[in-house]
């Protein structure tokens, strides 16, 4: 049965990014990056961040004191294992924190109990009991975990939970440690939890779910329903094995069905998608394309339907817009499926409005680039639009760059504005020093140039190189842009970019003085 409320309830975000997150492969920290992750999940309106685990590392306990210096007005929280040496670590690593919390957790179900601890179901009693209330010597704010708490046997469960909050225990976290759970199982399991502990009501009841089966964001859901005012969740859900809940679809799934689940959080949903980058890059894991929220392709749309549907009402495929969550728009990405509505939109949007005839033109141009690549950008389109410009001037037949000694060597072949073909050779500094020399000479235009870059577009098979060059000729500053799968070639394209444009350019003036 779900709970039926009139007002929203509000759910407390502990975020663990910075333990059980750091603490999976490939995902460790310095406590200085950890620094700078914890200020921005304090921006994005986190309630809790735990930063870490005391007793395990030094640099654990140092990120935790470096961190605490620091952020005044969020609860920072260390884990500690039911061990008295444990609990004096993590309350020593709080000392400087304005709003610590001591996070205490033991295993409770049966398999840890007997093969992982070796204890019977009193001594876990006992130590729950002892290490609560030392914890409690320390702080006021404690949380007490049952690990595997959804494979334990409910009475035993209910015990645990029990004698944790007769001991001080102001949040009881109950984790799916290993993602075993079903969302209808969870749900029911936090109702009778809170309907049967004794001083059950006088705590917040948390849940921590892995996503082995995928189910953690289903599971967190559903122990909100069933009562649970804390969600322990990761950024990219990144964390042990298949990672925890993700912060970004829990928090989206409450602001978006906001009237189903009747609660909401405190965090600045337009700081996600940044936050999220953020973590990328300091550990260096980017997330699928396809990742919920903040994955590259989840407002992005290439099939002509979806294109059609969304040009005319975004609504038809985009249940949040990009901007709440922090991307600047949604993303037509232009492909093979896209359709010609999609390319004239975008066309429009470069500032190019086209008569019908002329857009069957481009659409059929565009569609044989399609076959060659698989996503067109912007700077391919304005190389389509300006094909009838560029067939006066100048254009690259073929070109070779190699070694001569000490220098390099570099020849072009080019059609001239009128068709004829030229052939040149030049050495330089490096090939692309040569290959600027060999088109100089072949067109005897001499640019100076004020800037040269090249990076790289799109991922993976569809990279291509990228040149971007600039240059001042008579106080007017000319760009040129290249782009091919070779970076040399980019390079040489660019240039004649830039030197078309020059002679266009000179060409109109002319035409003008003409005139007068
Ligand atoms: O997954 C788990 O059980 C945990 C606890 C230590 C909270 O991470
Ligand atoms: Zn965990």
Same mark, same amino acid.
């Given at each position: 049965?779900?709970?039926?409320?009139?007002?929203?309830?509000?759910?407390?975000?502990?975020? &663990?990014?910075?333990?059980?997150?750091?603490?999976?492969?490939?995902?460790?920290?310095?406590?200085?990056?950890?620094? /700078?992750?914890?200020?921005?999940?304090?921006?994005?309106?986190?309630?809790?961040?735990?930063?870490?685990?005391?007793?395990?590392?030094?640099?654990?306990?140092?990120?935790?004191?470096?961190?605490?210096?620091? *952020?005044?007005?969020? &609860?920072?929280?260390?884990?500690?294992?039911?061990?008295?040496?444990?609990?004096?670590?993590?309350?020593?690593?709080?000392?400087?924190?304005?709003?610590?919390?001591?996070?205490?957790?033991?295993?409770?179900?049966?398999?840890?109990?007997?093969?992982?601890?070796?204890?019977?179901?009193?001594?876990?009693?006992?130590?729950?009991?002892?290490?609560?209330?030392?914890?409690?010597?320390?702080?006021?704010?404690?949380?007490?975990?049952?690990?595997?708490?959804?494979?334990?046997?409910?009475?035993?469960?209910?015990?645990?939970?029990? /004698?944790?909050?007769?001991?001080?225990?102001? !949040?009881?976290?109950?984790?799916? !440690?290993?993602?075993?759970?079903?969302?209808?199982?969870?749900?029911? *399991?936090?109702?009778?939890?809170?309907?049967?502990?004794?001083?059950?009501?006088?705590?917040?009841?948390?849940?921590?779910?892995?996503?082995?089966?995928?189910?953690? #964001?289903?599971?967190?859901?559903?122990?909100?329903?069933?009562?649970?005012?804390?969600?322990?969740?990761?950024?990219?859900?990144?964390?042990?094995?298949?990672?925890?809940?993700?912060?970004?679809?829990?928090?989206?799934?409450?602001?978006?069905?906001?009237?189903?689940?009747?609660?909401?959080?405190?965090?600045?949903?337009?700081?996600?998608?940044?936050?999220?980058?953020?973590?990328?890059?300091?550990?260096?894991?980017?997330?699928?394309?396809?990742?919920?929220? /903040?994955?590259?392709?989840?407002?992005?749309?290439?099939?002509?339907?979806?294109?059609?549907?969304?040009?005319?009402?975004?609504?038809?495929?985009?249940?949040?817009?990009?901007?709440?969550?922090?991307?600047?728009?949604?993303?037509?990405?232009?492909?093979?499926?896209?359709?010609?509505?999609?390319?004239?939109?975008?066309?429009?949007?470069?500032?190019?409005?086209?008569?019908?005839?002329?857009?069957?033109? #481009?659409?059929?141009?565009?569609?044989?680039?399609?076959?060659?690549?698989?996503?067109?950008?912007?700077?391919?389109?304005?190389?389509?639009?300006?094909?009838?410009?560029?067939?006066?001037?100048?254009?690259?037949?073929?070109?070779?760059?190699?070694?001569?000694?000490?220098?390099?060597?570099?020849?072009?072949? *080019?059609?001239?504005?009128?068709?004829?073909?030229?052939?040149?050779?030049?050495?330089?500094?490096?090939?692309?020093?040569?290959?600027?020399?060999?088109?100089?000479?072949?067109?005897?235009?001499?640019?100076?140039?004020?800037?040269?870059? #090249?990076?790289? /577009?799109?991922?993976?098979?569809?990279?291509?190189?990228?040149?971007? *060059?600039?240059?001042?000729?008579?106080?007017?500053?000319?760009?040129?842009?290249? !782009?091919?799968?070779?970076?040399?070639?980019?390079?040489?394209?660019?240039?004649?970019? #830039?030197?078309?444009?020059?002679?266009?350019?000179?060409?109109?003036?002319?035409?003008?003085?003409?005139?007068?």
């Amino acid at each position: 049965m779900r709970l039926v409320n009139t007002q929203s309830q509000y759910v407390r975000i502990f975020d &663990t990014t910075l333990r059980d997150g750091e603490q999976s492969p490939g995902c460790s920290m310095t406590p200085q990056q950890k620094l /700078v992750m914890a200020r921005a999940l304090a921006e994005l309106g986190v309630d809790v961040i735990e930063t870490g685990f005391p007793a395990s590392s030094q640099s654990d306990r140092e990120a935790a004191a470096l961190i605490g210096r620091e *952020l005044r007005d969020t &609860t920072l929280c260390v884990l500690s294992r039911c061990l008295p040496g444990d609990v004096q670590a993590s309350a020593r690593a709080l000392e400087g924190s304005a709003k610590p919390r001591l996070h205490v957790f033991i295993s409770t179900s049966a398999l840890h109990r007997e093969h992982k601890l070796r204890m019977s179901r009193e001594q876990v009693l006992e130590s729950i009991r002892s290490n609560v209330a030392l914890a409690r010597q320390y702080v006021d704010d404690v949380e007490f975990s049952t690990e595997d708490g959804t494979r334990t046997e409910e009475d035993f469960l209910q015990q645990a939970v029990a /004698v944790a909050i007769a001991a001080g225990a102001t !949040t009881i976290n109950v984790p799916d !440690t290993v993602g075993f759970t079903t969302p209808e199982e969870m749900r029911s *399991l936090f109702q009778r939890l809170i309907a049967n502990v004794p001083g059950a009501r006088d705590v917040v009841f948390s849940a921590h779910c892995h996503n082995d089966l995928g189910l953690a #964001v289903a599971n967190s859901l559903a122990a909100i329903e069933g009562g649970a005012r804390q969600v322990e969740v990761s950024m990219n859900g990144i964390g042990e094995r298949a990672g925890n809940c993700a912060l970004e679809e829990l928090v989206m799934a409450l602001k978006v069905r906001g009237a189903f689940f009747n609660a909401d959080t405190g965090i600045d949903t337009q700081r996600i998608v940044a936050t999220s980058q953020l973590l990328q890059r300091l550990v260096g894991m980017p997330v699928q394309r396809n990742k919920a929220v /903040v994955g590259a392709n989840a407002f992005a749309h290439e099939s002509g339907i979806h294109q059609h549907g969304m040009l005319r009402h975004r609504g038809t495929y985009e249940i949040m817009r990009p901007q709440d969550v922090g991307w600047p728009d949604t993303q037509m990405v232009l492909g093979r499926h896209s359709g010609r509505a999609a390319v004239e939109a975008r066309l429009r949007a470069l500032g190019y409005w086209l008569e019908e005839e002329e857009l069957d033109t #481009v659409f059929e141009q565009f569609k044989a680039l399609c076959e060659k690549q698989r996503v067109v950008e912007d700077a391919d389109l304005q190389a389509l639009m300006q094909d009838g410009a560029e067939s006066q001037g100048y254009r690259l037949a073929s070109m070779t760059v190699g070694d001569a000694g000490h220098r390099a060597r570099a020849t072009v072949e *080019l059609s001239d504005p009128e068709g004829q073909r030229l052939f040149e050779t030049a050495e330089g500094d490096g090939p692309v020093d040569a290959l600027f020399a060999a088109l100089a000479s072949a067109t005897g235009v001499d640019l100076k140039l004020e800037s040269y870059q #090249v990076h790289s /577009v799109g991922l993976g098979a569809d990279a291509r190189g990228e040149a971007n *060059l600039s240059v001042r000729y008579e106080d007017r500053e000319y760009d040129g842009t290249g !782009t091919s799968k070779d970076i040399i070639e980019a390079s040489a394209l660019a240039w004649l970019d #830039v030197a078309n444009r020059l002679l266009r350019q000179r060409s109109a003036a002319k035409s003008e003085a003409v005139a007068a």
